[in-house]
C-alpha cells in the first residue's frame, strides 16, 4: 500500500505543482470543461498561489502527485456564509495518478482539517457541464446544494456542493 503524505506547499514544489496544474487544465480542456482557462499556469503564478493561499501537496512514496487548496471562507462561489466550512479549491492530479483514489484521499484528509476547527461541511464547486466531475464529487459523497453563476467566467456557472465533515 503507498504511503501518502500532506504538507503546505512550498516554493521547492513550484516546478512540480506547475506541472500538475498545466497536466489538470489540459484534461480539463479535453473534458469540455474550460473553468481553469486555456493557457495554463506559469511558475510565477504558482508561487503567487503558493504565497497568498493554504496550498497543499500530496506526496505518494516521496512523489509530488497531487495538489489542492483549502480555505476558511469563498465568497467568490457561495456568498457570505456563517464560519461552518472548509472550501476546497484547484484539486488536480499528476497525468498517470488518476483513478488511484488521490482525490478521495484529499477530500478526506480536507474534511478532517475541517472537522479539527470544528466546522460542519467541506464545500467545492465545479464547472456544472462537467458532469463526469460531478459525478465524481456525487461518488464521493458530496451533495449538489445549488448553482451561482459566476459572470466574470463568462457562461460558467459553479454547481455548489458540500459534505459532513464528521
Given at each position: ?8 506547499a ?21 473534458q469540455?470543461?474550460?473553468a ?7 511558475e ?20 509530488c ?12 462561489y ?10 476546497v ?9 488518476r ?7 484529499a ?15 467541506l ?22 446544494v ?21
Amino acid at each position: 500500500m503507498p504511503t501518502r503524505t500532506v504538507h503546505r506547499a512550498a516554493a521547492e514544489h513550484v516546478s512540480d505543482l506547475t506541472e500538475i496544474l498545466n497536466d489538470a487544465v489540459a484534461y480539463k480542456l479535453q473534458q469540455g470543461d474550460a473553468a481553469w482557462g486555456q493557457t495554463g499556469w506559469t511558475e510565477a503564478g504558482v508561487l503567487q498561489t503558493i504565497t497568498r493561499s493554504e496550498a497543499y501537496v500530496i506526496e505518494q512514496d516521496g512523489i509530488c502527485v497531487a495538489t489542492m487548496s483549502l480555505s476558511w471562507q469563498d465568497e467568490k462561489y457561495w456568498g457570505i456564509q456563517e464560519p461552518v466550512a472548509g472550501y476546497v479549491h484547484r484539486i488536480a492530479v499528476r497525468n498517470g495518478c488518476r483513478g488511484l483514489g488521490i482525490g478521495g484521499f484529499a477530500m478526506d484528509w480536507c474534511a478532517n482539517q475541517v472537522s479539527a476547527r470544528n466546522r460542519r461541511f467541506l464545500r467545492l464547486d465545479c464547472d456544472q457541464r462537467n458532469t463526469k466531475l460531478c459525478a465524481h464529487y456525487e461518488s464521493l459523497g458530496f451533495v449538489r446544494v445549488g448553482t451561482r453563476p459566476i459572470p466574470e467566467l463568462r457562461d460558467y456557472v459553479a454547481s455548489l456542493y458540500e459534505k459532513a465533515a464528521r
